[in-house]
């Protein structure tokens, strides 16, 4: 599904991955830990296109295509979705009426038949109640006076309704409490099948008690240092970031 | 009502056209106006343009370069004339060049000197009109002139909407006065749009006038013309008067609209609510010259200035100046005004969704006009601003 290889790249001329390889295979979970700073989001943000974020070596195939030289929009028609760590408000511009733009965009993509409003409706019920966000955001301006975990909802009911093929969630646990924790973590394990992979980016492990995934990986400094299955979530939270960073220092 | 003319014409020839070295018009200059030889028709017959809401207004004024052409419908409680028929009707008596002032403004002068005709609009006390009545001002044709004129009095506790939609074709020049009465507890909605073509001068003042408790809501959409001057003056003028004043102005390639407005808390106890945004494309200049003046008895005055931009090209200039004048010291005012580009995490956020950059670009900028249009209260209104904002139509 996605191959990153060699992946440089950073902001305003400043390297923060310096040679990042990852394999996600389809039908996988994977999770990528690590301290502030080591390049997390930056990962995210380059796989999903955006802005001011340049790539200066390395390649990423999504589905044996070069992603990177893909707009963020031929991204997400071709089935990735980031959930972002910021959601952004974006008054006048009503929830609804953007999700079905979204969904239709995709669909026309793949030369199948626009929903109608109605129809469209019935699918945005069925999502919502997954994530339990209630009917009246969806005519309120995008994320427009959500509170934090109600924007973090709604990435993952977008999520749902659009149904893409690598769904990479960056820091979507940030400031969740346990109940909203849980939601996500039913949404993405709804999603969670032989056809779509995931790859969620969180600096605690507590949201992989409820998602539990296939690969562990930790990102320090920029590069993967270790990776390992769902038990070095858990050696990770008894043992601390130092641990890995004591780690890698040995063996260099 | 001839004598008044006489004495209008001889101010304007008094004043002369305003330059740049005056104050309130030093962004705006004139005198590509100036140098026509303007000329009055009455003959000219178009149709109009499409901008008719005959199937949705109560009554329905139409003029052609300031001449009736038109008129249909009716609503009980309120009476809706063209003044050239209007001569003896004691609203013109007691309000007519009441409020708009002739001795100070120039093109108030002009039209005062020239109006060839327009509405006069009297709601009967307490009477609640349901419904809008619409007003077209189509101009047409080159080195043509008009110069409308209306009158609106609303009765104590009445309640009206109006619309009035300037719209043409050619190399004309509309100078339009509207005075609007809101006597006390009055309840006016007010909407005035200005979709002239793009080689057309439009220059229009708005008086408005509120007595005690009145609550008027009045909308300026300024969509068309080359060179534009829209005047709002406000005088609060009976305690507990309420007044909303918003405006939407949306400029491409070399349009140049001014926007001037003046509030005048005269009464204690009232409130003012201002907001105006500005989208400006092209080579397009836009100004927002704002004063609110907040008058020594003007205790407890209640005042919001907002101007909001959005520059879509490098080349497009605005100029805001929002100004506060406070002659006492218990009130509550603010004003503020900014200019951005379009969002970039906004523009971000709605590509990774699947939606192409050309499309966010329309949704975002139609998103900073919805914030006036959305409050509209008028469908056939708020579907002529969106068919006129049709390139940004998402």
């Known amino acids: 599904m996605l191959d990153i290889t060699n992946l440089h790249a950073g902001i305003d001329g400043k390297e923060i991955l310096h040679g990042v390889d990852l394999h996600i295979g389809t039908g996988e979970v994977h999770a990528i830990m690590g301290p502030n700073g080591s390049g997390k989001s930056t990962l995210a943000n380059v796989l999903a296109g955006r802005p001011r974020y340049e790539v200066t070596e390395g390649q990423v195939l999504y589905e044996g295509k070069d992603l990177l030289t893909m707009l963020p929009e031929d991204r997400a028609r071709e089935g990735v979705f980031l959930a972002m760590q910021y959601p952004v408000e974006i008054p006048g511009v009503n929830n609804i009426y953007f999700l079905k733009a979204a969904l239709n965009a995709i669909r026309k993509h793949h030369g199948e038949e626009e929903l109608d409003a109605m129809e469209f409706l019935q699918l945005a019920r069925e999502k919502m109640k997954l994530v339990d966000l209630d009917e009246s955001f969806m005519n309120r301006g995008v994320n427009e006076g959500f509170s934090g975990g109600e924007k973090k909802r709604n990435e993952i009911f977008q999520m749902a309704v659009l149904d893409p093929k690598l769904a990479i969630l960056d820091e979507t646990d940030s400031g969740l409490d346990i109940d909203a924790l849980q939601v996500v973590a039913r949404g993405v394990n709804t999603l969670r099948s032989e056809k779509h992979s995931v790859l969620v980016i969180t600096h605690y492990q507590r949201l992989l008690k409820y998602l539990v995934p296939d690969f562990v990986h930790v990102l320090a400094d920029g590069r993967i240092v270790k990776s390992g299955g769902k038990g070095l979530a858990e050696e990770l939270e008894q043992k601390g970031y130092e641990w890995i960073e004591q780690e890698v220092a040995a063996a260099r | 009502?001839?004598?008044?003319?006489?004495?209008?014409?001889?101010?304007?020839?008094?004043?002369?056209?305003?330059?740049?070295?005056?104050?309130?018009?030093?962004?705006?200059?004139?005198?590509?106006?100036?140098?026509?030889?303007?000329?009055?028709?009455?003959?000219?017959?178009?149709?109009?343009?499409?901008?008719?809401?005959?199937?949705?207004?109560?009554?329905?004024?139409?003029?052609?370069?300031?001449?009736?052409?038109?008129?249909?419908?009716?609503?009980?409680?309120?009476?809706?004339?063209?003044?050239?028929?209007?001569?003896?009707?004691?609203?013109?008596?007691?309000?007519?060049?009441?409020?708009?002032?002739?001795?100070?403004?120039?093109?108030?002068?002009?039209?005062?000197?020239?109006?060839?005709?327009?509405?006069?609009?009297?709601?009967?006390?307490?009477?609640?009109?349901?419904?809008?009545?619409?007003?077209?001002?189509?101009?047409?044709?080159?080195?043509?002139?008009?110069?409308?004129?209306?009158?609106?009095?609303?009765?104590?506790?009445?309640?009206?909407?109006?619309?009035?939609?300037?719209?043409?074709?050619?190399?004309?020049?509309?100078?339009?006065?509207?005075?609007?009465?809101?006597?006390?507890?009055?309840?006016?909605?007010?909407?005035?749009?200005?979709?002239?073509?793009?080689?057309?001068?439009?220059?229009?003042?708005?008086?408005?006038?509120?007595?005690?408790?009145?609550?008027?809501?009045?909308?300026?959409?300024?969509?068309?013309?080359?060179?534009?001057?829209?005047?709002?003056?406000?005088?609060?003028?009976?305690?507990?008067?309420?007044?909303?004043?918003?405006?939407?102005?949306?400029?491409?390639?070399?349009?140049?609209?001014?926007?001037?407005?003046?509030?005048?808390?005269?009464?204690?106890?009232?409130?003012?609510?201002?907001?105006?945004?500005?989208?400006?494309?092209?080579?397009?200049?836009?100004?927002?010259?704002?004063?609110?003046?907040?008058?020594?008895?003007?205790?407890?005055?209640?005042?919001?200035?907002?101007?909001?931009?959005?520059?879509?090209?490098?080349?497009?200039?605005i100029d805001s100046k929002p100004t506060l004048e406070i002659q006492n010291d218990d009130v509550k005012c603010s004003h503020g005004s900014t200019i951005g580009q379009l969002d970039e995490e906004a523009m971000f956020y709605l590509r990774a969704r699947g939606i192409s950059e050309a499309e966010a670009r329309r949704l975002l900028i139609y998103a900073f006009a919805s914030e006036i249009v959305d409050r509209m209260k008028i469908e056939p209104v708020k579907e002529q601003i969106r068919s006129a904002m049709a390139r940004f139509r998402p």
């Open chain 2, 1 to 317: 009502m001839s004598e008044l003319r006489e004495q209008a014409a001889q101010r304007f020839a008094q004043l002369g056209w305003p330059t740049p070295e005056l104050e309130e018009w030093k962004f705006t200059n004139v005198a590509p106006i100036t140098r026509v030889n303007w000329r009055a028709d009455g003959q000219a017959r178009v149709d109009d343009l499409g901008a008719s809401m005959r199937a949705s207004a109560l009554a329905e004024l139409v003029f052609v370069n300031g001449h009736l052409r038109d008129a249909g419908g009716r609503a009980a409680g309120v009476e809706v004339l063209p003044l050239s028929k209007a001569g003896s009707h004691p609203a013109i008596a007691n309000h007519y060049a009441r409020y708009a002032d002739y001795q100070r403004h120039p093109f108030t002068a002009l039209n005062t000197a020239n109006a060839q005709d327009g509405a006069l609009i009297v709601v009967a006390d307490g009477r609640a009109v349901e419904g809008f009545i619409h007003l077209l001002f189509i101009g047409h044709g080159d080195g043509i002139w008009s110069h409308p004129r209306n009158l609106i009095v609303v009765g104590r506790a009445a309640q009206v909407a109006i619309v009035e939609t300037y719209i043409g074709t050619g190399n004309y020049f509309t100078n339009a006065v509207t005075e609007i009465v809101a006597s006390e507890s009055a309840i006016v909605d007010h909407y005035r749009i200005e979709r002239e073509a793009v080689d057309a001068f439009h220059v229009g003042t708005v008086q408005i006038h509120q007595e005690r408790s009145s609550h008027v809501t009045s909308r300026h959409v300024a969509l068309g013309g080359g060179l534009v001057r829209n005047e709002v003056n406000v005088a609060l003028a009976g305690e507990g008067a309420n007044l909303t004043l918003d405006g939407l102005f949306v400029l491409a390639d070399s349009q140049h609209i001014d926007n001037h407005t003046v509030i005048d808390h005269v009464k204690p106890h009232c409130d003012s609510l201002e907001l105006y945004k500005g989208i400006l494309d092209g080579k397009s200049r836009g100004i927002f010259d704002g004063l609110i003046i907040v008058r020594p008895d003007a205790q407890k005055t209640n005042s919001r200035q907002v101007n909001r931009n959005l520059l879509l090209s490098e080349s497009a200039i």
